[in-house]
Each structure stands twice: as C-alpha cells, then as structure tokens.
C-alpha cells in the first residue's frame, strides 16, 4: 500500500509539473519582461517624478496628484485660497521633482522657507502647500503600507465624530420654520451635532449693507431662528453658530450673551480674523464658547489665540491652514492650553479623511465639519474612490488602508472640472 501509494503521489508530481510547464512557457517571454521591471522596490529608491494640479468649484477646490518612479500615486486636496494657482503648483513641483516623499515635514520645510519673502506666511502660498503635503502623506502610507494615522504616531480613536453643516444659505431669508425644519432633517439622518449660520447680508433689518452692527431686528431674528432648530432637536443634539466673521465686537457680545440659554457648543467667527484682542474681550464676556481659526494659517497663526486664551475652541482647515502635520502641531499646541480642536472642512471626501487621520491622531479632538452637499451633491459621490460609507450616525470610520485611504476618480473630476485649469497635465 505505501508503494502504491508513493507511486500514485510521484504520478501524480510528474502530471502536475508537466501542466505547470506547459502553462508557463505559454506567454513566458511577457511574463519575463514584467518580472525583469522593477515597478516597486525599496522605499529609500522611491523618488518624485511629477506633481500636477486639477480644479473643481470654479477654481476653488485644488487637488494634487504626485507621481512616482514605482508607479505610486498621492493625492492631496486645498480649499478657498487656492484659485489661478496652477503655476505656484510648478513652481513647487520644480522644487520636488527627484525628491523622495518620505521625508515629508523635510520637502515641507524645503518649500516653506524657500518662500519667506514670497509670500510663505499664510494665503494661497500655504494653501497649495497644503494640498500637496497631504499628498506627501498619501504616497508615503502606500509605499510603506501603513494608514496616515500611524505616519502620525498612531491613534486615539477608530472614529471620528462630525456636526453637519446644514447650509441653509441665508439669500433665501430662512424663516425659524426653516431652521427647525433642517434641525430635524439633519437629526432623523443621524447627526448628533448641527450648524446654521447666522450672517444674512440681505436682512431688511439691517441698517446698511456695510454697516456690520446687527440692529435690534437682526439680533431678534438670529435668537427665533436658533431658539426654533434647539425646539425642534431637543437639549441631547449640539448646535453650533456660524457668523463668518461678519460683524463687529458689539454685535458678537451681544449674540454670545443672547445665545447662551441656547446652550451652543459654540458661537463660530462673530468677528473677522485679524484680531486676536478683540476675540478676547468676547470670550470673556460671555459663557457661550467661542470658536475660531478657520482663517489663520500655520501653528505660528494660532500661538497668540491660544496663549492670550482670546477662543475657547480652534477651528483649522487643515486643507489650507498647512496640511496634516501642521494641523497635529496645531491641535498639539491647543493641548496645551487645554483648548479643544475642532477642524473646518470644506472639501471633499478626499479631505475630509485626511482630515479625519489627523483628528484620530490628537488627544484633544472635539468634531470635524461634514457638509450636506455629500448627500445632496452627486458631484461629491461621483469624484472620490473609498471602501464603505462615508459618514454613520455622525462618526466617520478613519481607513485603515494605507495612505489616506480615498482616491479620487479621475474620470469624474474631469467631468466636473473647473474651466481653463490644468487637468493633471
């Protein structure tokens, strides 16, 4: 039996080895040719070999795409500050071209100071830094398959939480009936936190359209608006209150004290964003949080804020505050302070999950922006490559695939891209 036995098994090696031969040689001179080109080898050999730019939104959405001699790809993402910015975009890429991605915070400092006198403070110099930084990231998780998150020294959550921005945009004069309305909208979705804007630049109540002192009218209709949507949600959902800068330190007084019995999570820009003193005096006046920083830029924008103690809350857009690692010395800065972090997002999916790594990343996290458009807007569906929801009973899931974990659908950018910009080219 073991002789029939071993001699079934050889037999049986013998057919097998015969196969294999016969489906090997079929195609073998391609197959040799694949395996004699090096498409991935070691991460140290990895090197730039092109950053190129595509826009959305009229030129207001940036979006980065770095290339690499192993056939890796990053993407990256800026915000607001971005438009007529293709030629910063070469500028920069003549500055990487060659350069390994790995040594991301490196490139980062490399580009930063080579733009002192150009501009390298804030603004769209930033903002494009932004967006191709966060790419850094991406590529950089691919080529050693790891999450951003753990780039970043791991995390503290597996989720992170979001409020919705309802944009319920105030040219079409919201009643409370409308607010309460979105307030229950965005509550039967799931979301456990909710905000509205304030600022209405065609109230008829105003006494003039450059005059930022809310008269009695306005400040009467913010509290029915904002009383209307707490109604309708209930004291367990959080509210917060976006004025977007608009008015002066009068007016924001009197709506953080106005609004206190509303019991905000907090009272957004009620003035502009260049003085830090006179966000001070608001937050001391009031037991409304304050919250800020959508509009600084870099950790430097926000060392004054934090150690005055002028907000209660920082709100960098990591899309164009500086990046992720910026964004974690920002957040980490606020730790200090004990200030919690709560980053502004504007983008899209793509952003929105990098962000969400550099939010699992900190200690101090509070909630991150999520948009409404991501259900309304097939755009924002159609441009991005993800696995799984995108948002779940306001958590989102950070990836735990490597890089950032969300691609973008070339195809579908271009469908929707921006007129008489570059499209990756």
């Known amino acids: 039996m073991k002789q029939s036995r071993r001699n079934f098994l050889a037999t049986g090696a013998a057919a097998s080895a015969a196969m294999l031969t016969q489906v090997t040689t079929f195609g073998a001179a391609h197959q040799e040719a694949i395996t004699k080109t090096p498409l991935f080898s070691a991460p140290t050999d990895l090197k730039i070999t092109g950053v190129k730019s595509a826009y959305i939104r009229r030129g207001a959405g940036l979006f980065i795409k770095i290339t690499t001699n192993q056939g890796l790809i990053g993407y990256g993402e800026g915000v607001d500050a971005v438009g007529g910015t293709h030629m910063l975009v070469q500028r920069f890429e003549r500055m990487l071209i060659g350069k390994s991605p790995l040594n991301v915070h490196r490139l980062y400092e490399d580009i930063r100071k ?63 009936a409308d607010f309460a309305k979105n307030a229950s909208e965005a509550k039967s979705m799931g979301f456990n936190a909710i905000k509205f804007d304030l ?131 920002i957040a980490n800065l606020a730790n200090l302070y004990y200030v919690p972090f709560a980053p502004h997002m504007v983008a899209t999916f793509l952003g929105a999950m990098a962000t969400a790594h550099v939010c699992a990343s900190v200690p101090n996290f509070l909630i991150m922006e999520w948009q409404i458009y991501f259900h309304t807007d097939p755009m924002f569906k159609e441009i991005t490559i993800h696995e799984g929801e995108q948002v779940t009973n306001s958590f989102v899931k950070v990836s735990d695939k490597p890089g950032i974990g969300v691609d973008l659908n070339e195809e579908a950018v271009k469908k929707y891209a921006a007129q008489g910009y570059p499209f990756f080219e």
Request: glycine share 10%.
């Open 199 to 329: 600022d209405q630049a065609n109230d008829p109540g105003k006494y003039d359209r450059y005059n930022w002192t809310a008269s009695p009218k306005e400040l009467d209709r913010m509290v029915k608006q904002i009383g209307a949507a707490r109604e309708a949600v209930g004291p367990d959902v959080d509210i917060c209150v976006d004025m977007h800068g608009k008015y002066d330190t009068i007016t924001g007084e009197k709506v953080a004290k106005l609004m206190e019995p509303m019991n905000l999570m907090w009272l957004e820009e009620p003035i502009p964003a260049e003085n830090i003193d006179a966000y001070k005096k608001i937050t001391e006046s009031t037991s409304t949080p304050i919250c800020a920083g959508e509009n600084h830029y870099l950790a430097h924008g926000f060392t004054k804020m934090l150690s005055s103690g002028a907000v209660d809350i920082v709100m960098p857009d990591l899309q164009k505050a500086g990046g992720l690692g910026e964004g974690q010395r």
């Open 114 to 176: 080579g733009g002192v006198f150009g501009g390298a403070q804030a603004g769209v110099y930033i903002a494009v830094l932004s967006a191709i930084e966060t790419a850094l990231w991406d590529v950089s998780g691919k080529a050693l398959g790891v999450p951003v998150y753990q780039l970043l020294g791991g995390k503290f959550r597996d989720s992170v939480r979001v409020y919705c921005d309802t944009a319920l945009y105030q040219n079409n004069l919201p009643t409370p």
